[in-house]
């Protein structure tokens, strides 16, 4: 009697924990600033994929509340299209990646989502050079934009830069330096650097 008890309570102990191993879901892996995120064709590896994407995107100085992820299968493998948000701006930061299923590619981006003290403070530094705030004179409201690390480290150093653009003329600024690293006006061969 004793052995059957023991069988039956085993069998009930051994039931329950496959049970909830089996409902338990998978951790979720998104940083801690990322609010929400949405897909539109949700491809079966997506946990995978935003494991990748977590480590090639970040806010600048935020967090993004939203990051909508759009997929589309070419020859060449997945093409993903990461539009993220902020509360605190009205500008978004798109990014392009490439997915062949094990590595993710960044192909392209736009990175505008910038906090307004950061966005004014980068205006401020590109207007202090003479010859910026010379050639900018009346030209209006500037774009401001994030330049990843892989890509500044071609014109100056491996590190997050901000480029303030006008019509013909545009200042790549250094926010931690306070100071323009280098020039581009229209027409010009190259950039003067600084």
Do not use: C, H
Not at 44 to 60: F, R
């Amino acid at each position: 009697m004793n052995t059957k008890i023991t069988l039956v309570i085993g069998i009930i102990i051994l039931t329950l924990g496959i049970g909830l191993s089996l409902s338990q879901k998978q951790p979720d892996v998104k940083p801690s600033w990322v609010q929400q995120v949405l897909w539109q064709d949700k491809p079966p590896d997506n946990a995978k994929i935003e494991e990748l994407l977590w480590t090639e995107i970040t806010p600048y100085r935020t967090e993004y509340e939203m990051v909508n992820i759009s997929s589309d299968t070419t020859s060449e493998g997945l093409r993903l299209k990461v539009v993220a948000t902020s509360k605190e701006t009205d500008k978004q930061d798109i990014y392009d990646f490439m997915y062949d299923g094990k590595e993710l590619l960044l192909t392209g981006y736009l990175l505008e989502a910038i906090p307004s003290q950061y966005r004014n403070d980068a205006i401020a530094i590109a207007i202090g050079n003479q010859e910026v705030a010379a050639s900018v004179a009346g030209a209006g409201a500037p774009t401001v934009r994030r330049i990843l690390p892989k890509t500044s480290e071609r014109f100056y150093a491996p590190k997050t830069l901000l480029s303030v653009t006008w019509e013909g003329v545009s200042a790549l600024v250094d926010p931690d330096e306070r100071t323009v690293v280098q020039v581009w006006k229209a027409g010009a061969q190259q950039g003067a650097k600084k």
